[in-house]
């Protein structure tokens, strides 16, 4: 997989005014497993796992690289049903809180995989403005319009221009919910690596970053998501939020929002009560490093720590798994051994992730280890620096790590939530 950073062609920086409405009552949203047996054969796994490699986004603004990092080799990906234009047009969208820009492929498309739902043509829908030139500062002054361009490292890429457009949502109660003149990606082109980029069967991505272009405004700056165990592919309650009624229950800890990414601040991470000997700055931001800190990320399976944080937590967990387990040295990253997790695992001691003001995250060892082959597991965590020594200060916290629980991001009060909960027993 290309770890190299590669320079965007297109810059994008707007001052713009969007017109937005603010949904009412309980926006529930279907959250559907990538593996799900509900998805068409377009949608296999083998089509859909990998989607999202190490994103980067360039601004010429300011010359910098806003990192969207989705850091796993293995991919868990939730997808979501919405529609855009008008008439409606169905799309089927990857849920990524790593991107604020919502986006879905549009005619007319060069390279676009074959689709399960129809790919957007915005020349037949009533409510499709392109931007102008008057409302970027880099434009395609021939075609008197705003391009973007995303560079998914190791996957390929996305390219086409800004435009507004209406997006439909039906929710679990079979409400409607427009939300008119959002601003979106309209992709025209897209680049295939020999990972496949684009897959079969998914449209685009249903952005829930809260930077420029961010969709959350929509929706009162709320938004919660409930995830069930992902080795169940067919559990039918993974859900989205999005507004006032999205669940704010439980632990919650103060959250910082940079270039759209979600960072909170991990003090210590513990095993069976005990907390490990890692120095906590070593997960702090920093001002002059963009690839620092710690977010939330919900597209990826596995969690990134710092090499640091990575390198003692392994040592402590081979510790505890010496004599008892053989380890399978083919993985070169992280810890991997032969056995079964459901088997060979059951005792293991929950690893806690502590943060700021009393917010916990607890890993069983299902959350801790997946299963990559039939009779070999490897820790869920791999180090900051996997894609490359930039990296070695960055950790992102994985959906493994948050299956079985409600994540709650309330971005009025800068806030993000976790409740451990079976999401049946939610409200919706």
Request: with cysteine; charged share 15%.
């Amino acid at each position: 997989m290309a770890t190299a950073l590669v320079s965007l062609p297109f810059i994008f920086h707007f001052t713009l005014t969007t017109a937005t409405t603010t949904a009412s009552g309980n926006l529930v949203i279907n959250l559907i497993h990538y593996e799900s047996s509900t998805l068409s054969p377009y949608n296999s796994k083998d089509a859909i796992k990998n989607l999202y490699s190490h994103k980067i986004i360039k601004q010429a603004s300011s010359n910098e690289y806003i990192s969207n990092l989705v850091p796993s080799p293995r991919k868990v990906v939730f997808l979501m049903n919405f529609s855009i234009g008008e008439p409606p047009i169905p799309q089927l969208a990857v849920m990524d809180t790593g991107s604020s820009l919502t986006w879905v492929m549009c005619h007319p498309c060069t390279s676009c995989s074959q689709q399960s739902v129809p790919i957007f043509d915005p020349s037949k829908s009533s409510t499709y403005a392109s931007l102008t030139c008057s409302e970027c500062n880099q434009c395609d002054v021939m075609n008197s319009e705003c391009p973007y361009s995303v560079e998914y490292v190791g996957s390929g890429s996305s390219e086409g221009v800004y435009a507004r457009e209406q997006l439909t949502l039906e929710t679990l109660d079979e409400s409607i919910v427009r939300v008119p003149s959002l601003i979106f990606g309209c992709g025209r082109k897209f680049s295939i690596s020999s990972n496949g980029y684009p897959y079969q069967g998914i449209n685009g991505v249903f952005g829930l970053g809260s930077g420029r272009f961010s969709l959350l405004p929509s929706f009162g700056k709320k938004f919660s998501y409930c995830i069930g165990n992902l080795r169940n592919a067919n559990y039918k309650f993974n859900k989205l939020v999005l507004g006032d009624k999205a669940n704010m229950q439980g632990d919650s800890t103060t959250l910082n929002v940079i270039n759209g990414l979600y960072y909170v601040n991990l003090e210590a991470i513990s095993i069976g009560g005990k907390k490990i000997d890692i120095d906590s700055t070593v997960f702090e931001r920093s001002a002059t490093d963009n690839n620092s800190g710690v977010i939330i990320d919900s597209g990826a399976d596995h969690t990134w720590l710092t090499k640091y944080g990575f390198e003692v937590l392994s040592f402590e967990v081979e510790n505890l798994l010496e004599g008892v387990l053989a380890q399978d040295k083919h993985n070169t990253y992280t810890l991997c051994y032969n056995g079964v997790v459901s088997r060979d695992l059951s005792g293991f001691p929950v690893v806690t992730f502590h943060f700021a003001e009393g917010a916990v995250l607890d890993l069983d060892a299902a959350s801790m280890f997946i299963q990559t082959s039939e009779n070999v597991f490897c820790m869920a965590v791999l180090p900051g620096n996997y894609f490359g020594d930039d990296y070695e200060s960055f950790s992102s916290i994985g959906m493994l790590a948050q299956q079985n629980y409600n994540v709650g991001y309330d971005l009025n009060g800068m806030r993000v939530y976790f409740q451990r909960i079976d999401c049946e027993l939610l409200d919706g």
